[in-house]
């Protein structure tokens, strides 16, 4: 991508005057087609997941390769650039398109896209403009390979031009300042970069082996691409002395090009990782050998005018791609393209990148055209690119902050009692599908919909217990100051389904709550669980042995999504068993239906319940718990016909939206669901108010 890997458009083109001779003194126009090869095989990898996506890496280096090498040319000739003047040039370039394409993107996003993901593009899209996108989509815990690219962020391939745009702040500083030691040493300048970013290569790639997250962030992790970046600059500065010539040229060139093919279209396993040296010490060979591009040579081959038109216009191609492909298969609620719609898209994607690049990458490249105050003129264009990407940005995020206080509002103290919004309480008052009222919790409300923990600290002395594993551990008192008679234990199912019923039914009887939660992570005996799971319910169990409260809620069965092969959790009756012999009551959950979609998003029809879908699709026939009713002191809750009636379940029932996501109930659902389920567990235990 011409302009995002280069932050001196005339070090991938022609050398300063003055250049050493064979480094960079003239036009090379096949480094154009380099970038179009690279650039063909991001489009591949996008559309149908043709090999690695090494294109970006290849990118990475060649812009490194070529903002080291201007950088040292012009040192050693006396004109060693101020680092401001480099960022004011470099990013009077990115900026415009990148800001075009973000806006652009958004707005076909609000026309597709749901708007419970707005918020959150809102988000990416300041990232975006202000180059933190990679680590957004870390904070997010983005997947870059998820099958399902219909539900990416159609800003999502952003994070290379976030990643490049940090570099490109800080390698000016890092070359200044090996210039000066350089000075202060009284050595070339060439011989301290080349050190400098030999080590810095060297530094990232251990990290990357030794120390990197094992999971999809690293993928968009600045620290795991410095060394490419940093591999590129010391072979850019060490280029004169390892330059090949004649025969030995035209070889290497061949190979590294072959090799680069290769590697365009064969997976080359975990990624990113070492493996991905290879093609860049591919793409380091063509850039080395600047012979003239005779025929038969690779410079003739990739100084094919059609390649380098494609390579003149790539940072636009990048930009653009990835947003139509991204948007259309959520339109058309696709996961991939075929060859036909792929190549569609991709044809499209290149008439709109022409089009930018005619009416907005090319006039901030000639910009300024004369006169003086260049650097000053270049500031402000980034300047007036800032403005422009984000005060829209910022009028739409204060716009969606006070929809989404009214939404909060709407949702936040909702129980049965709410004549508009009864949720659970409408399957037996007035049915299921009343419309009268719009449906809460709104979509921007949805992803706080969660069920606070419980108001009060984890008990005495327990906090400390848990270490570092993620348990949520907090209490509510017992007016009476005793310990907790009720404890809840689970993974996230549990803090949606159970936490309100446990509250209420505490409050009813005068009792103290304490929950144990960890997502993804059932409770049961220690034996079938690893990690910190394993740790929780390892010291939940001694708690429970130590001192067994009077009543235990849990979920018992795990249901699959969009198939009714539901299940006993591991171990869940061993589990009870154990507890049922220290006296306690067991009161287990049966599951909710759980699917492969969202289950929120699909309800844009409130007057019809939302979607619906067939119960025997999503549970078994018969609770899978019943089994564990012959264990005395054991009782099963199955809220199912809260969810589902005559084979059938909802999506939104009394006003109310039963699921935040694919598999959670919804707090503001949870919470009318309450009332009716401590009735059945008072009705169980023989209790009464």
Same mark, same amino acid.
């Given at each position: 991508?011409?302009?995002?890997?280069?932050?001196?458009?005339?070090?991938?083109?022609?050398?300063?005057?003055?250049? *050493?001779?064979?480094?960079?003194?003239?036009?090379?126009?096949?480094?154009?087609?380099?970038?179009?090869?690279?650039?063909?095989?991001?489009?591949?990898?996008?559309?149908?997941?043709?090999?690695?996506?090494?294109?970006?890496?290849?990118?990475?280096?060649?812009?490194?390769?070529?903002?080291?090498?201007?950088?040292?040319?012009?040192?050693?000739?006396?004109?060693?650039?101020?680092?401001?003047?480099?960022?004011?040039?470099?990013?009077?370039? !990115?900026?415009?398109?990148?800001?075009?394409?973000?806006?652009?993107?958004?707005?076909? $996003?609000?026309?597709?896209?749901? @708007?419970?993901?707005?918020?959150?593009?809102?988000?990416?899209?300041?990232?975006?403009?202000?180059?933190? @996108?990679?680590?957004?989509?870390?904070?997010?815990?983005?997947?870059?390979?998820?099958?399902?690219?219909?539900?990416?962020?159609?800003?999502?391939?952003?994070?290379?031009?976030?990643?490049?745009?940090?570099?490109?702040?800080?390698?000016?500083?890092?070359?200044?300042?090996?210039?000066?030691?350089?000075?202060?040493?009284?050595?070339?300048?060439?011989?301290?970069?080349?050190?400098?970013?030999?080590?810095?290569?060297?530094?990232?790639?251990?990290?990357? !082996?030794?120390?990197?997250?094992?999971?999809?962030?690293?993928?968009?992790?600045?620290?795991?691409? !410095?060394?490419?970046?940093?591999?590129?600059?010391?072979?850019?500065?060490?280029?004169?002395?390892?330059?090949?010539?004649?025969?030995?040229?035209?070889? +290497?060139?061949?190979?590294?090009?072959?090799?680069?093919?290769?590697?365009?279209?064969?997976?080359?396993?975990?990624?990113?990782?070492?493996?991905?040296?290879?093609?860049?010490?591919?793409?380091?060979?063509?850039?080395?050998?600047?012979?003239?591009?005779?025929?038969?040579?690779?410079?003739?081959?990739?100084?094919?005018?059609?390649?380098?038109?494609?390579?003149?216009?790539?940072?636009?191609?990048?930009?653009?791609?990835?947003?139509?492909?991204?948007?259309?298969?959520?339109?058309?609620?696709?996961?991939?393209?075929?060859?036909?719609?792929?190549?569609?898209?991709?044809?499209?994607?290149?008439?709109?990148?022409?089009?930018?690049?005619?009416?907005?990458?090319?006039?901030?490249?000639?910009?300024?055209?004369?006169?003086?105050?260049?650097?000053?003129?270049?500031?402000? !264009?980034?300047?007036?690119?800032?403005?422009?990407?984000?005060?829209? +940005?910022?009028?739409?995020?204060?716009?969606?902050?006070?929809?989404?206080?009214?939404?909060?509002?709407?949702?936040?103290?909702?129980?049965?009692?709410? *004549?508009?919004?009864?949720?659970?309480?409408?399957?037996?008052?007035?049915?299921?599908?009343?419309?009268?009222?719009?449906?809460?919790?709104?979509?921007?409300?949805?992803?706080?919909?969660?069920?606070?923990?419980?108001?009060?600290?984890? *008990?005495?002395?327990?906090?400390?217990?848990?270490?570092?594993?993620?348990?949520?551990?907090?209490?509510?008192?017992?007016?009476?100051?005793?310990?907790?008679?009720?404890?809840?234990? #689970?993974?996230?199912?549990?803090?949606?389904?159970?936490?309100?019923?446990?509250?209420?039914?505490?409050?009813?009887?005068?009792?103290?709550?304490?929950?144990?939660?960890?997502?993804?992570?059932?409770?049961?005996?220690?034996?079938?669980?690893?990690?910190?799971?394993?740790?929780?319910?390892?010291?939940?169990?001694?708690?429970?042995?130590?001192?067994?409260?009077?009543?235990?809620?849990?979920?018992?069965?795990?249901?699959?999504?969009?198939?009714?092969?539901?299940?006993?959790?591991? #171990?869940?009756?061993?589990?009870?068993?154990?507890?049922? $012999?220290?006296?306690?009551?067991?009161?287990?959950?049966?599951?909710?239906?759980? $699917?492969?979609?969202?289950?929120?998003?699909? $309800?844009?029809?409130?007057?019809?319940?939302?979607?619906?879908?067939?119960?025997?699709?999503?549970?078994?026939?018969?609770?899978?718990?019943?089994?564990?009713?012959?264990?005395?002191?054991?009782?099963?809750?199955? *809220?199912?016909?809260?969810?589902?009636?005559?084979?059938?379940?909802?999506?939104?029932?009394?006003?109310?939206?039963?699921?935040?996501?694919?598999?959670?109930?919804?707090?503001?659902?949870?919470?009318?669901?309450?009332?009716?389920?401590?009735?059945?567990?008072?009705?169980?235990?023989?209790?009464?108010?």
């Amino acid at each position: 991508m011409r302009r995002t890997m280069s932050s001196d458009d005339n070090a991938g083109r022609r050398a300063s005057p003055g250049a *050493p001779a064979g480094d960079g003194g003239r036009h090379r126009k096949d480094i154009q087609g380099l970038r179009a090869v690279c650039m063909m095989q991001v489009l591949a990898y996008h559309a149908w997941r043709v090999g690695s996506p090494v294109g970006v890496d290849a990118f990475i280096m060649i812009s490194a390769y070529l903002m080291t090498g201007s950088f040292v040319r012009r040192t050693e000739a006396g004109r060693m650039p101020f680092f401001a003047e480099r960022w004011a040039n470099t990013f009077k370039r !990115l900026l415009p398109p990148l800001v075009v394409t973000v806006l652009a993107t958004l707005g076909a $996003s609000a026309l597709i896209l749901p @708007q419970t993901r707005w918020d959150e593009l809102i988000t990416q899209g300041v990232a975006s403009v202000t180059y933190w @996108q990679n680590w957004r989509l870390a904070v997010v815990s983005a997947d870059y390979f998820a099958a399902d690219r219909g539900v990416a962020s159609p800003l999502q391939h952003l994070w290379s031009m976030s990643m490049q745009g940090q570099v490109f702040l800080a390698w000016p500083l890092l070359m200044t300042c090996c210039v000066l030691l350089a000075g202060a040493l009284h050595v070339r300048p060439r011989r301290i970069v080349a050190g400098a970013f030999a080590v810095l290569a060297a530094a990232s790639l251990w990290w990357l !082996l030794a120390s990197a997250p094992d999971d999809p962030t690293v993928y968009f992790d600045t620290r795991a691409r !410095l060394w490419e970046f940093a591999l590129g600059s010391a072979i850019a500065a060490a280029a004169p002395w390892i330059r090949p010539r004649g025969i030995a040229a035209r070889v +290497l060139s061949w190979a590294g090009l072959v090799a680069l093919v290769v590697y365009c279209v064969v997976p080359i396993g975990h990624y990113p990782g070492p493996m991905a040296a290879a093609p860049m010490l591919a793409v380091s060979a063509i850039l080395l050998v600047e012979e003239s591009p005779t025929p038969g040579s690779v410079q003739h081959l990739l100084s094919w005018r059609p390649l380098a038109a494609l390579g003149d216009m790539s940072y636009c191609v990048y930009l653009i791609h990835w947003p139509v492909v991204v948007l259309f298969l959520a339109q058309s609620e696709r996961a991939q393209l075929d060859a036909g719609s792929g190549g569609a898209l991709i044809a499209a994607s290149l008439a709109l990148a022409w089009l930018m690049t005619r009416l907005v990458d090319r006039p901030v490249q000639r910009f300024p055209k004369g006169g003086g105050h260049v650097v000053l003129k270049k500031t402000a !264009l980034v300047l007036v690119a800032l403005a422009v990407g984000l005060l829209p +940005l910022a009028v739409a995020d204060k716009a969606f902050d006070n929809e989404r206080e009214a939404q909060r509002a709407a949702a936040r103290n909702n129980d049965a009692d709410d *004549p508009e919004h009864p949720g659970a309480g409408a399957v037996a008052e007035q049915g299921w599908q009343d419309g009268s009222a719009g449906p809460i919790p709104g979509p921007l409300a949805i992803h706080e919909n969660w069920v606070p923990d419980l108001p009060g600290p984890c *008990p005495a002395g327990q906090r400390e217990l848990f270490g570092r594993t993620k348990t949520l551990c907090s209490s509510m008192p017992a007016p009476d100051g005793n310990g907790p008679a009720v404890v809840v234990v #689970g993974d996230s199912h549990a803090e949606q389904t159970i936490i309100p019923t446990a509250e209420l039914f505490a409050e009813r009887h005068g009792l103290g709550v304490a929950q144990y939660l960890m997502g993804g992570c059932s409770f049961g005996p220690p034996e079938y669980y690893e990690g910190d799971c394993r740790t929780r319910n390892e010291v939940v169990m001694t708690l429970l042995d130590e001192d067994p409260p009077d009543l235990v809620m849990l979920d018992t069965t795990v249901s699959a999504p969009d198939f009714p092969s539901e299940g006993l959790r591991p #171990g869940v009756a061993e589990l009870v068993e154990h507890l049922t $012999s220290l006296g306690i009551t067991v009161v287990g959950f049966r599951d909710n239906p759980r $699917s492969v979609q969202d289950l929120y998003e699909c $309800s844009d029809d409130a007057t019809h319940g939302g979607c619906s879908f067939a119960q025997g699709d999503h549970l078994a026939p018969v609770d899978p718990a019943e089994q564990l009713l012959t264990i005395p002191g054991f009782h099963e809750i199955d *809220p199912t016909d809260l969810y589902c009636s005559a084979g059938t379940c909802r999506t939104i029932i009394g006003n109310v939206h039963v699921y935040l996501d694919d598999n959670h109930i919804s707090g503001s659902y949870a919470r009318t669901m309450a009332p009716i389920l401590v009735d059945r567990i008072e009705s169980l235990l023989e209790l009464k108010v």
